[in-house]
């Protein structure tokens, strides 16, 4: 086989396994770097957007749905997507609803989309990483 | 989690919110557990001056 087509399937193979990675951090933070091998960073990414996320939703911020009208809302569906099993699962973790009426819901609330932003940088790291990219 | 956060005051918060980006910003940006915990530590005690800064110059307008 030819060098360069040697090149061109590693690299294929690489931004599959990117791909991938990210996907599957995004669904579950941590998830990508679990399969990339990079024990410690999985576990302290699973734990810091999860509990930015647990929190959020403990402290009844409210969550924005895919059915937005304003600009406002679409920015905050797009963050909070962000914590992949978080948001889909974020009506059975919070039990007693939103309630962003009170100071600590409304804290909640950026709390949560916080920790989709995080995973979102987590996602690209991954994603980077898979590539064959390992970040500095 | 209810009993943790329920009642989080807005200071509580921003310390939780500072700690959690800090530590994650770290292990994105930094290699070494020492330049890790040596960028978390920088980093939270920055999130924490520059937040209590900005609430010392807004405390006039809000009398």
């Known amino acids: 086989m030819d060098e360069t087509v040697i090149k061109e399937e590693s690299a294929k193979g690489n931004q599959m396994m990117g791909i991938v990675a990210a996907v599957a951090g995004w669904i579950v933070p ?3 770097h679990l399969l990339l091998r990079r024990w410690s960073k999985a576990a302290i990414y699973f734990l810091c957007v999860g509990s930015l996320a647990l929190a959020g939703l403990a402290m009844r911020g409210g969550v924005f749905g895919a059915s937005a009208d304003d600009l406002f809302d679409r920015l905050g569906f797009f963050a909070d997507l962000g914590a992949g099993i978080f948001y889909f699962l974020a009506h059975q973790l919070q039990a007693a609803g939103p309630d962003i009426a009170h100071a600590t819901g409304d804290y909640g609330t950026r709390l949560f989309a916080a920790a989709g932003m995080l995973n979102f ?9 898979g590539r064959g990219r390992e970040p500095r | 989690m209810n009993f943790l956060f329920g009642n989080l005051t807005h200071f509580g918060a921003l310390v939780f919110f500072a700690l959690v980006i800090s530590v994650t910003f770290a292990f994105l ?5 020492a330049e890790r915990a040596q960028y978390t530590l920088w980093a939270f005690l920055a999130f924490l001056l520059v937040a209590i800064g900005i609430g010392w110059l ?6």
């Not at chain 1, 940088?121 to 990483?129: G, H, P, R, S």
């Not at chain 2, 940006?29 to 557990?33: A, E, V």
């Not at chain 2, 807004?58 to 009398?63: D, I, R, T």
């Open chain 2, 58 to 63: 807004m405390y006039p307008f809000s009398q």
């Open chain 2, 29 to 33: 940006s930094k290699r070494g557990m």
């Open chain 1, 121 to 129: 940088l987590t996602v690209l790291e991954a994603y980077d990483i």
């Open chain 1, 30 to 32: 941590g998830l990508g």
